[in-house]
């Protein structure tokens, strides 16, 4: 039977976290495999990992990106999901696990639709059998969402009002506590704009006594906060 090395990059900020994946993969490789795992804690470890590797000519096969680690120096790379952009620019036949404890529902549209990773994984859902589910899955069958991503999704499949990428964006902020006249900084519109889609989404999610503490809640008990 033949070889098969894997090399694996794991970023995350959590040394016990990333021992704890490390133990998961090693005890359940198939018996033909070798992983070769490297770590990193921040944007600019991993960096230095994944050029490093592409100039030897050994690129990573898997990347798993926890989305909350330290900012490269330059700014340029702010989270695990400016890497994970990158790695689908530069070389995407790789596979790409994300790893986060966010579970807010625009945010999960938003990695989707930006990264479309292999493998989605809530760190609050995740448990040893399920990262090693993971693992198989994202190698042989793409991709592999655990029970809270896969929950979103089934909910906004079965959602009959359509609410794009700007609206999701304002109803996360508003449901925040971010002011509507503070809206214009973190959406690039302007105000007569947020107020036009505002009203709009009270329209399609009958707000009936126009306050955006209902609209709030009426969009979180539909699936899309």
């Known amino acids: 039977m033949e070889n098969n090395t894997l090399r694996i990059l794991m970023v995350d900020d959590h040394p016990m976290i990333i021992e704890g994946y490390q133990h998961t993969l090693l005890a359940n490789k198939k018996p033909n495999q070798t992983l070769d795992i490297d770590i990193a804690t921040?944007?600019?470890?991993?960096?230095?990992?994944?050029?490093?590797?592409?100039s030897m000519g050994k690129p990573y096969n898997i990347y798993f990106f926890d989305i909350s680690i330290p900012a490269s120096q330059d700014g340029i790379y702010k989270s695990g999901e400016d890497l994970a952009k990158y790695i689908k620019q530069v070389q995407p036949e790789a596979k790409v696990v994300i790893l986060t404890m966010f579970n807010e529902v625009y945010r999960i549209h938003s990695i989707i639709r930006s990264i479309n990773p292999e493998g989605f994984l809530i760190k609050s859902d995740l448990t040893s059998s399920e990262l090693a589910s993971a693992f198989d899955a994202i190698q042989n069958n793409p991709p592999f969402y655990t029970g809270t991503i896969t929950n979103v999704i089934k909910r906004s499949i079965f959602n009959p009002i359509e609410v794009d990428e700007i609206n999701h964006k304002m109803l996360h902020f508003l449901s925040l506590g971010v002011k509507t006249k503070?809206?214009?900084?973190?959406?690039?519109?302007?105000?007569s704009a947020i107020e036009k889609r505002k009203k709009n989404l009270k329209d399609l999610f009958i707000v009936d006594d126009g306050k955006d503490?209902?609209?709030?809640?009426?969009?979180k008990d539909k699936g899309y906060i």
């Open 213 to 219: 503490e209902t609209l709030i809640a009426i969009a």
């Open 42 to 54: 921040d944007c600019d470890s991993a960096l230095d990992a994944i050029k490093k590797s592409r």
């Open 182 to 191: 503070d809206l214009v900084g973190h959406l690039g519109i302007t105000l």
